[in-house]
């Protein structure tokens, strides 16, 4: 039988932060791709997509109307409140970070009910899901493993760790007791950690620091940075990010032994930061104010995680390094982009 939708990918958030580097090595490679998001496209985008809907996600009738008229192979939802922001107003981010997934996911269920095949679903968690009980307990660990410290002490962290859960139900166990329901979502997701990107800058995050530093060095701006020189945590370089998310799409449903795995990159300080990016841009203001609230959220993250199971099961590689991060990416890309 001819199909009668169109066969896309669904992106949500598809114009923040990893929206920007996703939509565009998509589009590259061919893929159809339909967008949702709460403001329209930016017009580096726009070009790229099949179709845009600027919209929310917690607007069931908005996801009714994709459901007509597209047929979704596969979701990237990456629409969210980041951490910081949710602190603000916990009511709103569990709204949208969480009614706002399980629409998505029954929409993925429907989505696969009607054109007979699973739903690759793609949810990009955060190291936000954990919860170190005090800064003692962070130094002496170290590396923490996926199922360790999972007591997250922000909305944001509670919604991602609850999310994955609710992904899992869906991949596994969705309606168990009917005879004749079918799981239709084949869920994925992974844990990032700060993710540091050259094009975009970051809003509503607590891993923010390590971009605002770069990006107001660029800009000639003084910075004041919110966490002490010493506080550690993993981080990423948006196109290993990018990398990550399209490699455990592609990975073999067989081979895939967890629902969420951490990823990590290079883990570093503030001040180890500061240094590359003062080293960079000789101009450079950067001091510290700590914001003891900010603070407390980071230090409850772990200051490295063990990703050997991303690894193992679908082949993780970070190309980016600390150094090469710097120095290929983020310094050449970022000067580059407020010359012009
Ligand atoms: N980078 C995010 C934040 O700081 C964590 O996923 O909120």
């Not at 589009?27 to 159809?32: E, Q, R, T, V, Y």
């Not at 975009?200 to 940075?225: F, R």
């Not at 998310?245 to 067989?254: D, K, V």
């Not at 841009?281 to 609230?293: E, G, M």
Request: glycine share 6%; net charge negative.
């Amino acid at each position: 039988m001819p199909r009668l939708r169109k066969p896309v990918v669904l992106i949500t958030g598809a114009g923040g932060e990893i929206g920007h580097g996703l939509v565009t090595r998509l589009s590259a490679s061919g893929s159809p791709i339909i967008t949702i998001d709460v403001s329209p496209l930016d017009a580096s985008l726009a070009p790229l997509v099949a179709r845009e809907f600027t919209g929310s996600i917690t607007d069931v009738n908005l996801l009714e109307r994709i459901l007509a008229e597209f047929e979704v192979e596969r979701v990237f939802h990456l629409a969210a409140l980041l951490s910081t922001r949710s602190e603000f107003t916990p009511i709103t981010a569990h709204h949208v970070n969480v009614e706002g997934m399980l629409n998505l996911l029954e929409f993925a269920q429907h989505e696969g009910e009607s054109h007979g095949r699973p739903v690759t679903f793609i949810y990009p968690s955060s190291i936000a899901a954990f919860g170190l009980p005090d800064l003692d307990t962070k130094m002496r660990v170290g590396r923490v493993r996926e199922d360790e410290f999972t007591h997250p002490k922000t909305m944001y962290g509670c919604n991602k760790l609850y999310c994955e859960l609710l992904g899992d139900y869906y991949a596994r166990h969705y309606k168990q007791l009917s005879v004749d329901a079918i799981p239709r979502v084949d869920f994925r997701s992974m844990r990032f950690p700060g993710l540091i990107s050259a094009l975009t800058v970051p809003s509503g995050g607590t891993s923010d620091y390590g971009p605002e530093m770069i990006h107001a060095a660029a800009k000639g701006e003084p910075y004041h940075c919110f966490v002490r020189p010493d506080t550690t945590i993993p981080f990423m370089a948006m196109p290993d990010g990018v990398d990550a998310l399209l490699t455990l799409a592609a990975a073999p449903r067989a081979r895939l032994t967890r629902t969420a795995y951490n990823l990590s990159a290079f883990s570093r300080s503030a001040a180890e930061i500061r240094d590359v990016v003062v080293a960079a841009f000789s101009n450079a203001k950067i001091d510290y104010q700590v914001d003891a609230k900010r603070q407390g959220i980071i230090d409850s993250w772990p200051a490295d995680v063990d990703d050997s199971a991303a690894r193992a099961d679908w082949g993780f590689a970070p190309t980016y390094d600390f150094e090469r991060a710097f120095r290929e990416y983020l310094i050449p890309t970022i000067q580059q982009r407020y010359r012009r």
